[in-house]
T-cell receptor
Framework: ETGVTQTPRHLVMGMTNKKSLKCEQH?????MYWYKQSAKKPLELMFV???????ENNSVPSRFSPECPNSSHLFLHLHTLQPEDSALYLC???????????????FGPGTRLTVT | LAKTTQPISMDSYEGQEVNITCSHN???????ITWYQQFPSQGPRFIIQ???TKVTNEVASLFIPADRKSSTLSLPRVSLSDTAVYYC???????????FGTGTKLQVIP
């Protein structure tokens, strides 16, 4: 048990659909992250939240819309996606990071998204 | 774009020691060196972290030379269950804007 849960584990959606991915962490962390992992490509950081505030947006298209209502929950709202958006979407959490501190992220199992 | 460099793949027989080296020439003074392990269809899992010299835990050892521009992850006596992708992280984009890179796919052979 990693302490980070993600739902759903699998999702198939059409390009005109709207869906949301949910992430919840039970570790008392204050930082949460969304990553995208496509086949044969490195893990790509998408968004970072610290204390519910977005602190990183790694040039992600607007069809991906994150939401962090509190430090324990993170959502990724999806709309008008493209087939190339099919990937494993991973959520992670960590203690908030400051200069000189150690760094460890705890990952959830991911949501396997297929866009048809 | 990832700024770490590590071998794309490695094969090893069970029971052998495996050493995976990563170069991270742009590491910042305050940054730690972190390694993760990822099994298929799972999220990455933290293995070990260090700043300099040597760090050892129940899973692995991490060797870091004085210039800190590279690091070597050492897995003692690997088993089939150690077959996974191992990532050396690059923190040079900022302390939370971490880059995972392509990783090293380790295949342990019986």
């Amino acid at each position: 048990e990693t302490g980070v849960t993600q739902t759903p584990r699998h999702l198939v959606m059409g390009m005109t659909n709207k869906k949301s991915l949910k992430c919840e962490q039970h570790l008392g962390h204050n930082a949460m992250y969304w990553y995208k992992q496509s086949a044969k490509k490195p893990l790509e950081l998408m968004f970072v939240y610290n204390f519910k505030e977005q602190t990183e947006n790694n040039s992600v298209p607007s069809r991906f819309s994150p939401e962090c209502p509190n430090s324990s929950h993170l959502f990724l709202h999806l709309h008008t996606l493209q087939p190339e958006d099919s990937a494993l979407y991973l959520c992670a959490s960590s203690q908030e990071r400051f200069a000189g501190a150690t760094y460890e992220q705890y990952f959830g199992p991911g949501t396997r998204l297929t866009v048809t | 774009l990832a700024k770490t460099t590590q071998p794309i793949s490695m094969d090893s027989y069970e029971g052998q020691e495996v050493n995976i080296t990563c170069s991270h020439n742009n590491i910042a003074t305050n940054d730690y060196i972190t390694w993760y392990q990822q099994f298929p269809s799972q999220g990455p899992r933290f293995i070990i972290q260090g700043y300099k010299t040597k760090v050892t835990n129940e899973v692995a050892s991490l060797f870091i030379p004085a210039d800190r521009k590279s690091s070597t992850l050492s897995l003692p006596r690997v088993s089939l269950s150690d077959t996974a992708v191992y990532y050396c992280l690059d923190h040079s984009g900022g302390y939370q804007k971490v880059t995972f890179g392509t990783g090293t796919k380790l295949q342990v052979i019986p």
